[in-house]
């Protein structure tokens, strides 16, 4: 077992036990399809639907989808990206958006939306996703222009969103659209389930970005959504969207730290067997230095990590705080661990699809999605303010 699970005292003898169970699975259905993911060009979603197969095979969808009310084991959660993003991004990103496109939905979503969609979800039947973000609407989601009205009894959507992981994969979309203008006069948000079938919706464009993503913009025109299918009530968008991303904040973390041990190890490994200047690389002390302080900001990582995800789990009321210093440091410190591994590697880190160039492409993202670092940095500090 990884030491850092065996000897801190976050985790339960269940939680390491699934951890040592979720390494063995990623050995034996990861790490190849990982591998083939980039030397046979596969296309970014035949290899999505591939790993999504194979984590709803063994029954671990179920760990990213909350129970009624959102109770969720974030440890367990977090071992799992970590362990998944060490292997394939990819994979840590078909797991986890299951997660994140169905919480609202068990946090408040009426019965006959859960039981449709929540099972279909962690069978992998169905493929979720999270619309949030807008052109105009980024790190400032009162900026949200996409309205809904109501008509009789429905709702009518009009407007549009972009970068929306899994557009054009996705069986449905967790979706927040404007309803009305709260007194302050910022957007009041509701928050509803839109098929992908639904007339009046449809992909716009997918995004090709810097690392294998499925993304991309989608549309709403005159979309009528039965007003049964409101998640919570009207008014109650905000607070469920900012509810998601503060639960699976800290496993952005996990991902980020799991890239960052694959980097160290990538590193490890390349510094024993390179020789220059008629030693093996590992033997200058430039060299170790690299490594030490890439284990040490990996470890201090982890520590911010499962320290927010275990607070999370006891139950304190409030780990907001505790999950954005997760985020920003795990974030910062995988990209600063991922340069320094394809520094070590000199020009062959720089080789198209080795491993090392996959991570510094990959690892970029977690620094921007589910709030940018700046924006860590002010909740962080709103919060040491209020206290
Ligand atoms: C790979 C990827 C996947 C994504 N998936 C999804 C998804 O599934 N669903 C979804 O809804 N969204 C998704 N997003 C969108 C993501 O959440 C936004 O990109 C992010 O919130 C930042 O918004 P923005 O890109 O508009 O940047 P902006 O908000 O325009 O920010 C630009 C820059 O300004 C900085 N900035 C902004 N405000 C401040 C401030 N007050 N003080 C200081 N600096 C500030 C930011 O930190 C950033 O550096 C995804 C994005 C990426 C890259």
């Avoid at 911010?304 to 505790?322: F, H, I, M, Q, W």
Wanted: charged share 25%.
């Amino acid at each position: 077992m990884d030491a850092f699970i065996a000897e801190t005292p976050f985790f339960t003898t269940e939680q390491r036990n699934l951890s040592i169970s979720v390494a063995g699975f990623v050995g034996r259905e990861i790490e190849t399809r990982s591998v083939e993911e980039e030397q046979e060009g596969q296309e970014t979603d035949a290899s999505f639907r591939a790993y999504l197969k194979v984590l709803a095979e063994a029954d671990l969808l179920r760990y990213a989808i909350a129970a009624p009310g959102g109770r969720i084991d974030v440890r367990s959660l977090c071992l799992i990206r970590e362990a998944l993003s060490y292997a394939s991004p990819l994979a840590d990103l078909a797991f986890v958006m299951q997660g994140l496109g169905t919480y609202p939905l068990s946090l408040a979503a009426p019965e006959h939306l859960r039981d449709f969609w929540l099972a279909r979800a962690s069978q992998g039947q169905a493929i979720a996703a999270f619309a949030l973000t807008e052109e105009e609407a980024g790190s400032d989601v009162a900026g949200i222009k996409t309205t809904a009205r109501l008509e009789g009894d429905a709702y009518i959507i009009d407007g549009s969103k972009r970068f929306i992981s899994n557009a054009g994969l996705a069986d449905f979309y967790t979706v927040f659209a404007r309803t009305g203008t709260r007194e302050d006069g910022r957007a009041e948000l509701s928050a509803f389930v839109v098929g992908a079938r639904m007339p009046g919706f449809s992909v716009r464009s997918r995004t090709e970005m810097l690392a294998s993503h499925p993304i991309g913009e989608i549309e709403f025109k005159g979309c009528r959504v039965p007003a049964e299918d409101m998640i919570g009530r009207e008014g109650d968008g905000f607070r469920l969207a900012m509810q998601t991303l503060d639960t699976f904040r800290a496993s952005v973390g996990a991902a980020a730290c799991g890239m960052a041990g694959r980097a160290l190890d990538e590193a490890i490994t390349y510094a024993k067997k390179r020789r220059q200047f008629g030693r093996a690389l590992s033997e200058h002390q430039l060299i170790q230095e690299k490594l030490a302080d890439m284990m040490t900001e990996l470890d201090a990582a982890r520590l911010l990590v499962y320290r927010a995800a275990y607070l999370k789990d006891a139950g304190v009321a409030r780990v907001t705080r505790e999950a954005s210093e997760a985020k920003l440091f795990a974030t910062e410190a995988a990209w600063r661990i991922v340069d320094s591994a394809l520094q070590i590697h000199g020009g062959a880190g720089l080789v198209r699809g080795s491993r090392v160039e996959r991570l510094y492409r990959d690892v970029r993202a977690l620094r921007i999605y589910e709030g940018t670092s700046e924006i860590q940095k002010l909740v962080i500090a709103s919060q040491l303010l209020q206290e």
